[in-house]
């Protein structure tokens, strides 16, 4: 029974991205919307529509194969293989529960990898996004390597002792650490493991650093600094962000975002993402976050030692850590139901964002003009349908977002 249902979850999942996709393809316009009239010309609006096509044909290929592989690793007993191989070794539950995730995370790795490499040298290659080196390609996942392994084991390890330790408890404590870890993360990230990543030095003197400083102290907005980021060093998209909580909060610009924009534009930008910190969205995600990190606890402690479960993956020995991994497969169906409402609450939250911006910054065709850069530079698909959005879009499509700022001034 188990079998069957994990089975039809990730034919479930992978039946309804498809459909999604297929029509979002199917939706694209050869019409350019007034909007961007003079941002587009008909070769670059091509270039858009096509861009959207290869990425769908490439994530349609990507997600067949690796449908196909999970199932036939479940069905051949290839999760059986790796605890046989992890046991092995003679140790106990946690140190063998170790050496099974690093095991099944790196084929999952060796898996994924060719389609990473194709992504980012022919398909980001093609459409002239893509700067990155294969030096950086190899140096970015030897470093998530290691950071998964420095991070995760720790945590990994702690959760399988108080399921062996507390048993019916266990779900408490387990939820408890990971939010902690959780937060511990969001403090220690902007410091020691970004900087691993790319270059974060502070924004130059000059009216842009001038007119920053001067709208974030007019909202209150206390901040650690501005600063500038290379995204460059791997890709020519645009994006800013905020990273950090309360006196240690950054902002952070990508340089390629600070060159194709203009000082009120980027202003407007920042307004945006200060707009999510005063409407209180990030503190509500997190704490969204931190339930749905309980309910997967407790749903999982009812699942712990489950015959059934292990019988459907072929497995030999019941295991606290097999749990854990086999869970996942079970919880599909709750994942996306969870991540529709979580989008949906999400572009309720940009909308909120957009107009805290043009409201306290008081110029809404910079705005405008921001989000129009933005999309034309990302080769954004300007007409997405709207399964593809209800699905999976955190953003509102550009238009209505658009259309939502002048309805502000009407």
């Known amino acids: 029974m188990y079998l069957v249902i994990i089975i039809s979850f990730l034919l479930l999942s992978f039946f309804v991205g498809f ?170 990230a902007p410091v020691f493991i970004m900087p691993l990543f790319n270059k974060y030095v502070p924004l130059e003197d000059g009216e842009l650093k001038t007119e920053l400083e001067k709208y974030a102290k007019e909202q209150d907005f206390k901040m650690k600094g501005l600063y500038k980021m290379d995204g460059s060093k791997r890709s020519t998209k645009t994006n800013a962000f905020f990273t950090g909580f309360g006196k240690f909060r950054r902002i952070v610009l990508f340089d390629t975002l600070i060159a194709r924009h203009t000082v009120q534009e980027l202003v407007s930008v920042l307004a945006h993402e200060m707009g999510h910190y005063k409407k209180g969205h990030i503190h509500k995600f997190m704490i969204m976050s931190f339930v749905n990190t309980i309910i997967i606890f407790f749903l999982l402690s009812l699942f712990i030692g489950n015959e059934g479960l292990f019988v459907a993956f072929k497995m030999q020995h019941i295991s606290v850590y097999g749990a854990l991994i086999f869970f996942g497969f079970l919880y599909t169906p709750i994942s996306m139901f969870l991540s529709v409402i979580q989008n949906i609450i999400s572009r309720k939250y940009e909308y909120e964002a957009d107009r805290y911006s043009v409201t306290t910054y008081k110029n809404p065709e910079a705005m405008i003009e921001a989000l129009k850069k933005l999309s034309v530079d990302n080769l954004s698909n300007l007409t997405p349908h709207k399964m593809k959005v209800f699905m999976e879009y955190s953003h509102p499509p550009i238009l209505d977002r658009i259309k939502a700022i002048k309805n502000l001034n009407n």
Request: net charge neutral; charged share 15%; proline share 2%.
């Open 19 to 188: 459909i999604s996709d297929y029509l979002n393809v199917k939706n694209i316009s050869d019409e350019l919307p007034q909007e961007f009239v003079g941002y587009y010309d008909a070769d670059k609006y091509k270039k858009s529509q096509n861009y959207l096509k290869d990425r769908t044909k490439f994530s349609f290929i990507s997600s067949t194969v690796t449908l196909v592989v999970s199932i036939l690793f479940i069905l051949f007993g290839g999760f059986n293989y790796v605890d046989v191989f992890a046991r092995g070794f003679g140790y106990g539950e946690i140190i063998s529960g170790i050496i099974f995730v690093v095991v099944l995370y790196i084929l999952m790795e060796v898996l994924h990898l060719p389609f990473s490499a194709y992504s980012t040298f022919v398909i980001e290659e093609k459409y002239g996004f893509n700067k990155t080196t294969i030096k950086t390609f190899v140096s970015d996942i030897l470093k998530s390597l290691l950071l998964t392994f420095i991070i995760g084991i720790p945590v990994f390890a702690l959760i399988v002792w108080f399921f062996i330790r507390f048993q019916n408890t266990a779900w408490i404590y387990a939820s408890i650490t990971v939010i902690l870890f959780e937060l511990l993360i969001t403090f220690i």
